[in-house]
């Protein structure tokens, strides 16, 4: 017995020692440590848990523009950017861990954040005053944020669900000839039931009031497996539009459904976050038709991926394999990297070309000014429109566009779009001030601010 | 109206039949040894992506191959612990060189048949039967490495460790399995018909809509719920099961091996969550959620009992038909008739069914009664 005690024991030191190793190996590849003169930037992604097939091609195109920045420029104004994943899994309680663990690594902290989770959003956004760190919310996050008076830390950057659902509904309106056209219509919201998927109903509710078409609101439970209910109700009530408020998994299974009660996918629009790659994919067949807003990017290969093919695929450097690195997600990805770089760029301006605080960087989102001109420099010519942040709109820019899905690739079918801001801006007004009260916060004038 | 009542609840029924194939494997395991195996749902995720991985597409060629090489790799490291381990028990039993070389030659078919499958794949992915065939090793290899490596030698422990170590074999599994064969969506081609049926359209305005999806699924696990039937009634094994979930002790007096018995049983319950991977991963599409489909199970063992095969399959139905009649028809009445918030009720009210039975029948639907002889 002691024997076979002792064999067990060794066999599992022998096994763990393995696995250690292992762990080592891959951990040395990732996580360098930053030196003096680094630039540190946070990366509070998902390559694991149920939202991951969605959240490693995001991660893949961040990883990638920070490593192309070095790559190619010797970092920004030659501060090179040291770049640290911590893996989530969509958990909030894991997203504050990480948050907590990386904010004040490399010689400043970190930049800025971006979880990639309106869950975690919402946790960081009553940390990130204190820990003056900024939070890069992009296409995501609470839609009030954007008032910059209220919510200094947060930047839902390209647009917010309620300037998604916003562009959708007018995209809608459009189809049936003007928004009076929409009285007596049904629409109904198939939601992922957080605080993510809850978002857009605000929104729809007071296009529905205005216009009178009849809105229901269908909750689905994470993760989203299991949808027949909500297509059955939909097949009962025969609505003439359905929204698709959906995450990973569920996007799939949901257009799945559809096609199972025969509901026309291409009545069906789904928000930025159910528009890429892996939500149509799984569904095959039943996909086709099926349309959703833009996040202005859509799929494809620009300029800016000749540099990545260049500076990094070439070598082996790369995050994903090559062919992937068109999809949504992956571009959506670069994106947000690009953003966060052009943001210390700016405020290098102000403050110098050496690694700066969040609060500095802070300032540079704030006024992020990117023109047609610069966009095209950045190799990003066709995905983005030009943007302006300022205190009072941290959204920076309300524009979109529709693409559907043929079965192979999405293709772009509307003109642009721009959210009404006289029907959103009065919401964000009403919801900035109440969370200012409930808080207790002061609110910057904005006009003051240079 | 009763068109749409039925449509519910045929459907209801249907995704019930799916619960029951995912509960089946925590009873078994319950039955035979009183563990309640946590890492059910980890095991269906595990079996899922390991057929989807083996039967997967061409073009993905280079990951593949990489992922082989990966998988093979940590494949030949458990092997090699397994055998050095065994080995050592040999020794330590006083085993002569012979028992050395039996080792020594098992180790060397291990490594042959792990070459020549290695190569196989290289040239190409497999044919699903092949996937499957190779998958259900897999799953007999893995309830043999839980039962040397933790069970064994936490016989006579409390069900609470157990229950606690089945959880540590969950997480395991769990980040084990999308290590090895990653994280993405993979598909699994049952060439399962997708086009939905249309019953009955002269009598229902509309017609009744049944998933032949579905059906066939359903087709499946029932065939499997009667073949597990018979062989726990009719067989040899099937009744040496049954004499150690009635009584441990007795059983290992009238000379029933306890470790093999236990082997059986996770194998078993392994080819279950084989059965329940293949199908939800069709459905679904192979990804981490799948493993939270065993959540699912969970009303349906209370409502069922924990020790009862027809309970899991009875049970099911019900969860599955009242969670989906009660989303769709009470769950309006309640938000309306109480100006609530909304929001899914289907998830809870699987819970809430299922503790109204246990309030009127602890032992489950079909349970054992319980019966304490003071």
Redesign the interface.
């Given at each position: 017995m002691g024997?076979?005690k002792a064999?067990?024991r060794?066999?599992v030191i022998?096994?763990a020692a393995?696995a250690a190793a292992g762990f080592v190996a891959t951990a040395t590849v990732q996580a360098q440590t930053p030196g003096p003169n680094d630039q540190f930037i946070a990366g509070l992604i998902y390559?694991?848990?149920?939202y991951?097939?969605n959240g490693?091609p995001f991660a893949n195109g961040i990883a990638d523009y920070y490593a192309l920045v070095n790559a190619r420029d010797g970092g920004i104004n030659g501060v090179k950017i040291s770049y640290e994943e911590c893996d989530t899994a969509y958990a909030t309680d894991r997203g504050v861990e990480c948050y907590e663990r990386l904010k004040n690594k490399g010689p400043t902290g970190t930049a800025y954040v971006s979880p990639l989770s309106t869950g975690i959003t919402f946790a960081l956004t009553e940390k990130a005053p204190i820990d003056k760190i900024p939070i890069i919310s992009m296409g995501y996050g609470r839609s009030e944020s954007r008032d910059g008076s209220v919510f200094q830390w947060n930047f839902p950057l390209l647009g917010t669900y309620w300037s998604a659902a916003d562009i959708i509904m007018q995209h809608i309106a459009k189809k049936e000839g003007g928004f009076d056209k929409l009285k007596g219509k049904k629409i109904v919201l198939v939601y992922h039931?957080s605080p993510y998927g809850k978002e857009p109903i605000a929104l729809l509710e007071q296009r529905a009031k205005m216009h009178g078409f009849e809105f229901t609101?269908m909750?689905?439970?994470h993760?989203?497996?299991?949808q027949?209910?909500?297509w059955?109700?939909i097949?009962?009530n025969r609505p003439d539009y359905v929204l698709l408020w959906g995450w990973?998994?569920m996007n799939?299974?949901s257009i799945?459904e559809a096609?199972?009660?025969?509901f026309p996918r291409d009545k069906m629009y789904g928000v930025w976050w159910s528009g890429a790659e892996?939500d149509v994919?799984?569904a095959?067949?039943?996909a086709k038709g099926y349309n959703a807003a833009m996040l202005q990017h859509g799929a494809g290969q620009f300029a800016v991926h000749a540099d990545l093919k260049k500076f990094l695929y070439d070598k082996g450097q790369g995050s994903a394999?090559y062919d992937e690195t068109g999809e949504v997600l992956y571009n959506r990805g670069l994106i947000n990297g690009m953003l966060g770089v052009e943001s210390i760029r700016k405020a290098q301006t102000k403050f110098g070309n050496k690694p700066l605080t969040g609060e500095q960087v802070r300032w540079g989102i704030e006024n992020l000014e990117i023109s047609a001109a610069r966009i095209k420099e950045l190799g990003f010519e066709g995905m983005l429109q030009p943007m302006k942040v300022s205190c009072s709109d941290h959204e920076g820019t309300r524009a979109g566009r529709i693409q559907q899905w043929d079965g192979k690739k999405w293709t772009v079918v509307s003109e642009w779009y721009e959210s009404d801001d006289k029907v959103i801006k009065p919401m964000v007004d009403a919801a900035a001030k109440k969370y200012a009260e409930e808080k207790k916060l002061t609110v910057r004038d904005c006009s003051k601010e240079s | 109206m009763l068109g749409?009542f039925l449509?519910?609840l045929i459907?209801?029924l249907l995704?019930g039949v799916l619960y029951s194939l995912v509960a089946l494997g925590f009873v078994l395991i319950f039955k035979a040894s009183g563990v309640f195996n946590f890492a059910q749902g980890a095991m269906v995720l595990f079996a899922a992506l390991t057929i989807a991985r083996l039967s997967g597409e061409i073009d993905n060629k280079?990951?593949h191959l990489a992922n082989f090489v990966v998988a093979a790799a940590i494949l030949g490291?458990a092997v090699a612990?397994i055998g050095?381990?065994a080995w050592?028990?040999y020794?330590?039993r006083g085993a002569g060189p012979d028992e050395r070389r039996k080792m020594q030659m098992l180790a060397a078919v291990g490594a042959l048949v792990g070459g020549i499958a290695a190569y196989s794949y290289g040239k190409g992915a497999w044919p699903i039967w092949l996937a499957i065939a190779a998958t259900a090793a897999i799953m007999g290899l893995l309830a043999y490495a839980i039962e040397r490596?933790v069970l064994r030698?936490l016989v006579n422990q409390e069900g609470i460790i157990l229950f606690m170590a089945t959880l540590g074999i969950a997480n395991f599994l769990d980040?084990f399995g999308?290590t090895l064969w990653g994280?993405?969506?993979y598909?699994i081609n049952l060439g399962l018909p997708?086009d939905?049926l249309f019953l009955f359209e002269n009598v229902f305005p509309?017609g009744l809509?049944v998933?032949p999806?579905e059906l066939v699924a359903a087709g499946i696990a029932a065939g499997l719920v009667v073949v597990l039937a018979i062989f726990f009634q009719k067989t040899r094994v099937g009744r040496a099961l049954r004499a150690v979930a009635d009584d441990h002790a007795a059983a290992q007096s009238v000379g029933i091996p306890l470790n093999t018995i236990w082997l059986i049983v996770w194998t078993v319950s392994g080819l279950v969550a084989l059965a329940a991977g293949l199908i939800w991963g069709a459905?679904?599409?192979v990804?981490?959620?799948?493993s939270?489909?065993a959540l699912?199970a969970l009303p349906v063992l209370i409502l069922g009992g924990f020790t009862s095969v027809p309970g899991a399959i009875v049970g099911g139905l019900i969860i599955g038909a009242g969670?989906?009649l009660s989303?769709?028809f009470l769950a309006p009445v309640l938000v309306k008739a109480f100006d609530l918030a909304?929001?899914?009720i289907?998830?809870w009210f699987a819970y809430m069914l299922a503790l109204v039975f246990l309030l009127f029948r602890p032992q489950g639907l079909f349970g054992e009664r319980i019966i304490e002889r003071v």
């Open positions: 024997l076979r064999a067990l060794k066999a022998f096994g393995v390559r694991t848990g149920a991951a097939p490693i039931d609101p909750p689905v439970t993760p989203g497996v299991e027949k209910a909500t059955l109700q097949r009962q990973g998994v799939s299974t799945k096609a199972a009660v025969g892996p994919r799984p095959e067949d039943g394999k | 749409a449509e519910t459907g209801g995704t280079e990951v490291v612990l050095w381990y050592r028990e020794v330590a490596l030698h980040g999308q994280s993405d969506i598909k997708k939905p509309g809509l998933d999806g459905k679904l599409g990804q981490f959620s799948i939270l489909i699912k969670e989906k989303e769709v909304g929001g899914g289907e998830n």
